[in-house]
């Protein structure tokens, strides 16, 4: 992966990236509070999304990064959608590593230069979300699919484990933006019930989250990961069990590409040689790196 530099002043009085993860009302409600200003940072940076890109993508990556704080061993999960609306859809990946990375399908939206909302919906629109979940030693990941009801990525996913799952959830995915589009803070919530939850403190729980105060402002602002869940659940007598790192990670390199090239059919090597153009661009849709391969690197490589 080539990591692209961006200006991080911004963040020098935010605490580093970090998942903490809780309990709620005894064994109730486990939650994950997710500062992830940083990552969200990198990923536009390296993508190199304007306002509305951003906000989606990293919507995806705190959603995923999220959903990695009850994994084990080698276990991964991917969030897919695939749409009618502008981005045409996105895959993002985590895994038990806290690794983040994925892609929108079409990251250069054709938007006015004034937004006048930061309403995902419509350029999400209507289509299905695919989560997956993959454990080492299954041969298949577990996937499940339901129709986009909101066309957003929170509800939508809430509405994925409710329905497909059995496990009522809540998310609350933030992106907060400073008047020069520069992204201040990012960060989400999620809370699943576990079994033998208290139905009345769920209710409560609702209300909260819809009247919570933006995670990404207060991130900004350079409050805490327990300041905040204080806070905002503090009534709810948060018991935190764990903190996890997660990161923007993608385990792509050169040197792998340069294996995807070896393994080409021989007449598609020849064609290259022959025709060009040199040098070879390769793209990593999952973090947006670019690796350029010369006429005697595509030769040495495939032995021609």
């Not at 020098?12 to 109730?28: A, H, R, V, Y």
């Not at 939650?31 to 906000?55: D, P, V, W, Y």
């Not at 289509?127 to 997956?132: A, H, K, M, R, T």
């Not at 933006?214 to 990961?225: D, P, R, T, Y």
Request: glycine residues 8%.
């Amino acid at each position: 992966m080539i990591i692209k530099a961006f200006d991080d002043t911004h963040l020098n009085k935010i605490e580093n990236d970090m998942m903490t993860i809780f309990l709620l009302g005894g064994n109730s409600i486990r939650g994950a509070f997710l500062n992830g200003s940083r990552m969200i940072n990198q990923m536009k940076a390296n993508h190199e999304t304007g306002i509305m890109e951003s906000l989606i993508l990293g919507h995806a990556y705190l959603a995923a990064g999220l959903l990695i704080s009850d994994m084990k061993g080698k276990e991964r999960i991917s969030i897919k959608l695939d749409t009618l609306g502008p981005i045409r859809g996105l895959l993002v990946e985590s895994n038990s590593l806290g690794e983040v990375r994925g892609y929108l399908k079409n990251s250069q939206l054709e938007i006015s230069p004034e937004i006048k909302s930061l309403d995902t919906a419509p350029y999400i629109g209507q289509g299905f979300l695919l989560f997956s979940r993959h454990i080492a030693e299954e041969s298949s990941p577990f996937t499940g699919q339901v129709v986009l009801q909101y066309s957003t990525i929170a509800k939508d996913l809430a509405y994925y484990f409710l329905t497909s799952e059995q496990r009522p959830s809540a998310f609350n995915l933030s992106v907060f933006f400073g008047p020069d589009g520069i992204i201040n803070g990012a960060g989400g919530l999620f809370l699943q019930v576990l079994p033998d939850a208290d139905i009345k403190m769920l209710d409560e729980l609702s209300e909260t989250l819809e009247n919570m105060a933006s995670i990404g402002s207060m991130l900004a602002e350079s409050k805490s990961s327990k300041e905040i869940i204080t806070k905002c659940l503090g009534k709810f007598s948060p018991e935190i069990l764990a903190h996890r790192p997660v990161v923007f990670h993608c385990g792509c390199s050169k040197e792998r590409f340069g294996s995807f090239i070896a393994a080409m059919d021989k007449s598609d090597v020849e064609e290259i040689l022959e025709k060009g153009p040199f040098p070879l661009e390769t793209q990593c849709h999952n973090c947006n790196s670019n690796y350029a391969f010369s006429r005697d690197e595509i030769a040495l490589l495939t032995g021609k």
